[in-house]
């Protein structure tokens, strides 16, 4: 690590010695000795980056790892201040200038052209540099703080008559249990652990909330907090507000197959604690093994060489799948940098829907794998397409088990809890964001309690569920166990997006079968080196009308058609 801090000094200095060199008139060919002085310097500070996310993640509880990640936060910042004159330089350029240099950044030409889109939004170099700093010794210091309580929750549940304490994924097994009664309790057992917090988790929030609305609206002059994220995945604010209003309009979707789950169920109305119970009374399970192989028949059936590329993460051991207290209570891929082979965290209990959840995972690393032809600074995709692979290896895992088995029940189980998942993944992710714009729009306009937030929330989820579901009190504080509107505000739609665009891909890959694939690939290979709509443009796809969002929902209703009818 001591030689990766000093490659990374030695690339600092090689483009401070810019400084005095830049100038809009500076040939082509230096330009792109440039370009590829902050390449190398971005590449050293991805991988110090992902050692050190990496490493928290096995044991947000350990000091070391904390003081590491610590120490690289601050030498990042260090050297994106050091280097921040050229993003300036670059952004002040005329449009003729900028178009001239362009021409040498190969690869590179899309994140330069995205630096641009921020131009009207930058600050002087002083004010960034502040800001920059600010960050790392501010709200990243909350966002750790949050990170730290919420991974180290335990919760108290009773299992046979004995008292266990529980990590949240363990606890959130019997979220799922054919009884209702535990359901309710692994619940409450959650809520009481987060309502116990809820001043200390309120209050960061609010600072979460307050930062992001003080520097991009109010220092920076972006038009509102969720335009900032926009602007960073490169869709403009109509696409996103478009596919909103389709999801608000479609609630009635989901809605109708709550209803339709009570029926299952045997009882009036679900609870908010019941929508995800399963139809069977018996859950089948799967070793961790049987998992890996699931997985690798699933990219299989597509394409042989996307199996080929999933197992190259499995070979590399780079797979964290045991919970464990302190662990990161999540999922997630991290393709560190394109030479390095992803790494994927889970935390797998034997579940059918933990094998979905690893399917989705090496989504991400194939895709990761499949954009790595890519410079550092173009190969991750933007965020709305960061889970194209991973919802349609979703998509294909269910064919996989609905095509093992005849029977009736289980197909009708399989399907159901296709439909589940998608709720949790297109309306309860695009509702998030609902609720994040009314958030951060009561931080921005003044000082709302906890409380007053929670208001909020839980008129949210009654909007959602409408007359389908009862909603209990205690989950006006659910809001405080979402880690991604504190850490990565805004970031939920781009779930949306996802599985409603990966719902119009698989309508495609059942017309034209193997004709499917090249285009597919394509998709993914392009990585961050175009912006999402060109990406599906190129490839038919026209997300800028409602009504390609309403498609995806067509096929969800139709699922939901396909269960009553079954149930008739």
Sequence with gaps: MERVFADLEAGVRAV??????????????????????????????????????????????????LSFQQRVDSRLADAQNRTLFVELWWKALDDAAARRLLSAAGDMGYYYE?????????????????????????????????????????????????????????????????DPAKRAAAYQA??????????????LYKYTAGDWHGENVTLRGMASPLAARNLANDVPDDVVEALLEVC?????????????????????KLRRYDIYAPLKSVERTYSYADAVRLVRETFSRLDPELAKLADRVFDANHVDSQPRPGKDIGAFCYGVVPDKTPWVLVNYNGRVENVSTLAHELGHAVHALLASGHSVLTAHSSLPLAETASNFAQMLFLHVLLDSDADP??????????????????????????????????????????????????????????????????????????????????????????????????????????????KYRRILERGGSMSPLAILDEAGFDVRSKAFWQGGFDVISGMVDELERQSA
């Design 16 to 65: 401070e010695a810019w400084r005095d060199r830049l100038d809009a008139a500076m040939s082509t060919e230096m330009f792109g000795t440039l370009a590829h002085d902050i390449e190398r310097v971005t590449y050293v500070a991805s991988t110090l980056r992902g050692y050190a996310t990496l490493w928290f993640s096995e044991d947000t509880a350990n000091a070391d790892a």
């Design 190 to 203: 959650l809520f009481r652990v987060f309502t116990a917090n809820k001043d200390v988790l309120g209050q």
């Design 248 to 268: 608000r309009e479609n609630a009635g979707v989901y809605q109708r197959f709550f209803h339709l789950k009570a029926k299952w169920l045997g009882v009036k």
């Design 114 to 178: 995205s630096l641009r889109r921020f131009a009207p939004y930058t600050l002087a170099e002083a004010v960034e540099q502040a800001i920059n700093i600010k960050d790392i010794h501010g709200i990243r210091g909350i966002t750790t703080i949050y990170d730290m309580m919420a991974n180290g929750f335990t919760y108290e549940f009773e299992i046979d008559g004995e008292k266990k304490k529980l990590t949240r994924t363990e606890l959130m097994i019997y979220s799922r249990d054919p």
């Design 409 to 518: 029940e289980l197909r009708r189980s399989l399907l159901a809890r296709y439909v589940d998942d998608s709720y949790a993944s297109i309306l309860r992710q695009a509702y998030f964001v609902l609720f994040e714009r009314e958030a951060h729009k009561m931080v921005g306009e003044g000082s709302p309690t906890a409380d007053q937030i929670a208001a909020r929330y839980l008129d949210n989820l009654r909007e959602q569920f409408g007359t389908s579901v009862d909603v209990a009190d205690e989950f006006r504080w659910e809001w405080l166990s979402v880690p991604h509107i504190y850490d990565v505000p805004f970031y939920c739609y781009a779930y949306t997006f996802g599985h409603l665009l990966v719902l119009a891909l698989y309508q495609q890959y059942e017309r034209e079968g193997e004709a499917f694939v090249p």
